[in-house]
């Protein structure tokens, strides 16, 4: 059996990433998802291994500390990270998988995982990239300012990865995306 595939989507905050990813899962069997560890509380409706595997700080840190996470971070003071051993085993499973993290992640995974296939996700333009954080409502001015000023840093990593998928039409970003594991598996599996 062929090893699985890893597939690493970065992007600014606000580009679409989990967006683009859950309508790709609606309809696409192809690749399964990653699922993150964090020490962030449990939200309503979150399911355990499914959305996130929900661990203390202590046990979080001790994982770190035995080189389990292929990457890690500290995000508004909650720590996450993409457990080795779960994404390993797909893979030697012969099960593709995909990753959903920024810029910063993809360097790490891409010093573990030179072999993966990264996409980066941007969008049409930095003005709807504002637009997007608007309509999200989540960010204050502070919080979009800073996000915005990071999505600048992280348009300049574009050129460290083997695709750029412009994030303009929902629909045709995620057949986009599709396009690229379906030739991705194909040259897998041709080799």
């Known amino acids: 059996m062929a090893k699985g595939l890893l597939f690493v989507l970065s992007g600014p ?24 560890a964090t020490t962030r509380e449990r939200r309503k409706g979150e399911v355990e291994g499914e959305n996130y595997f929900f661990i203390s700080e202590e046990k979080f840190k001790d994982i770190e500390a035995d080189d389990g996470f292929i990457e ?15 994404v390993d085993k797909k893979l030697d ?23 993966a296939v990264y996409i980066f996700l941007l969008p049409p333009s930095l003005e709807e990239l504002e637009n997007r ?9 502070k919080s979009k300012n800073i996000r915005l000023k990071n999505a600048r840093q992280e348009l300049k990593e574009v050129h460290n990865y083997d695709y750029e998928v412009i994030n303009d ?17 194909k040259r897998r599996d041709s080799q």
């Open 72 to 86: 890690s971070a500290v995000v508004h003071g909650h720590y996450y990270g993409t457990p080795k051993k779960f």
């Open 133 to 141: 954080l608007d309509k999200r409502g989540s960010e204050n001015n």
């Open 93 to 115: 499973d012969g099960e593709d998988i995909i990753l959903e993290i920024d810029t910063q992640g993809a360097k790490q995974v891409r010093e573990k995982y030179p072999e």
């Open 169 to 185: 039409n929902l629909s045709d970003t995620v057949k986009e995306i599709r396009k690229i594991i379906l030739e991705e598996q």
């Open 13 to 36: 905050s606000g580009v679409g990433k989990n967006t683009v990813l859950d309508e790709l899962f609606k309809d696409f069997d192809g690749v399964s998802y990653s699922v993150s």
